[in-house]
Nanobody, 115 residues
Framework: QVQLVESGGGLVQPGGSLRLSCAAS????????MGWYRQAPGKQRELVAA???????NYGASVQGRFTISRDSAKNTVYLQMNRLKPEDTAVYYC?????????WGQGTQVSVSL
């Protein structure tokens, strides 16, 4: 089993920054993909960013150039640095790990961007 614990969400003004962290524990293999998804009210869950164990990253179109994903594989931790936040970034952000075809999810952390 795998457990994911997110931290770092909160309320921020437009143009501000936040950094999310997600620590994975349990049976973690060397080869996996860790990522962040988000879900706003009334919308489907969407990919924000993902990064392989080799360090290859990809981003959703709406966050490209503003968000940066990174990982510390020794600590089984993934980070999401979010800059120039916009009100439309408001959502619950979920950490995800995909390994050997199985997805595991964190409980989610709320990010709100508002004046």
């Amino acid at each position: 089993q795998v457990q994911l614990v997110e931290s770092g969400g909160g309320l921020v003004q437009p143009g501000g920054s936040l950094r999310l962290s997600c620590a994975a524990s349990g049976t973690i293999f060397n080869f996996n993909v860790m990522g962040w998804y988000r879900q706003a009210p009334g919308k489907q869950r969407e990919l924000v960013a993902a990064i392989t164990s080799a360090g290859s990253a990809n981003y959703g179109a709406s966050v490209q150039g503003r968000f940066t994903i990174s990982r510390d594989s020794a600590k089984n931790t993934v980070y999401l640095q979010m800059n120039r936040l916009k009100p439309e970034d408001t959502a619950v952000y979920y950490c995800n790990i995909l390994q050997f075809g199985r997805n595991y999810w964190g409980q989610g952390t709320q990010v709100s961007v508002s004046l």
